[in-house]
């Protein structure tokens, strides 16, 4: 199961509900926080038609608990890729510390579905949503690269990474300052996606992009 879920990913992320609710306090369950969790995050891509196995139902999540214990205790899912806390992103997946904590509590806590059926959400739709436009690349980097033009960079997209790598590529200007811009690891070409700022660097002539080997490449995204 945690081979499967490496390949295909379990989208994972609920931070509102773990602010509103104390670890502790009262029994977390499947009806109440779990399947929102669940809906919130990981059906679009599980459930039946999606790219992978379907996590919607109490039934279906039940059998797989332990997989999905494993998956998110070494945060290999959801698939981010990149260092937590290095760089800042609007498009982050990246589980917190409480998250985490939230769904082993429930499971530890023999994962309880909850008595009252009328808690649990309704199911989600899947209408098709067009995919955020990307901004255009403006450099690829591979290797140590200096920019010979001023570039408001909105974020990367790693064009190719090998499944060892662990990236961390950070940009030094000519102030001497240095802006962290991103540590990737464990990151998977086979769930390709971009990293987008929070917001925009600006990142003057002469700032050099270290930190990218020769035999990758991450595209700079921005303007």
């Known amino acids: ?21 104390t670890i502790g306090a009262t029994p977390v369950t499947w009806n109440r926080e779990i399947s929102r969790l669940f809906y ?12 992978a196995f379907s996590l919607l139902t109490y039934p279906e999540v039940q059998p797989r608990l332990v997989e999905i214990q494993t998956a998110v205790l070494t945060r290999r899912m959801p698939p981010w890729g990149a260092i937590k ?10 589980l917190t510390q409480e998250q985490i904590e939230l769904i082993v509590a429930w499971i530890q806590n023999d994962a309880p579905r909850g008595n009252n059926r009328r ?10 949503a067009a995919p955020e436009p990307l901004p255009p690349v403006v450099r ?15 974020g990367l997209l790693p064009e190719h990474v090998t499944a060892r790598d662990s990236i961390r590529v950070t940009a030094a200007l000519p102030d001497g300052s240095v802006e962290p811009l991103i540590w990737l690891h464990q990151y998977d070409d086979r769930h390709k996606h971009a990293f987008l700022f929070r917001t925009p660097i600006a990142l003057p002539a002469g700032t050099v992009i270290r930190g990218v080997p020769g035999h990758a490449r991450i595209a700079l995204l921005g303007h």
């Open 40 to 51: 919130d995050k990981c059906a679009s891509c599980h459930r039946p038609g999606g790219t």
């Open 85 to 94: 806390g290095f760089g800042t992103f609007r498009n982050e997946r990246a």
């Open 140 to 154: 690829t980097i591979s290797g140590e690269t200096t920019l010979d033009r001023p570039v408001v960079a909105e």
């Open 1 to 21: 199961m945690v081979r499967v879920l490496l390949a295909t990913g379990l989208s994972c992320g609920f931070g509102a509900l773990v602010s509103a609710h």
């Open 119 to 128: 808690a649990l959400p309704p199911m989600p739709s899947f209408a098709d």
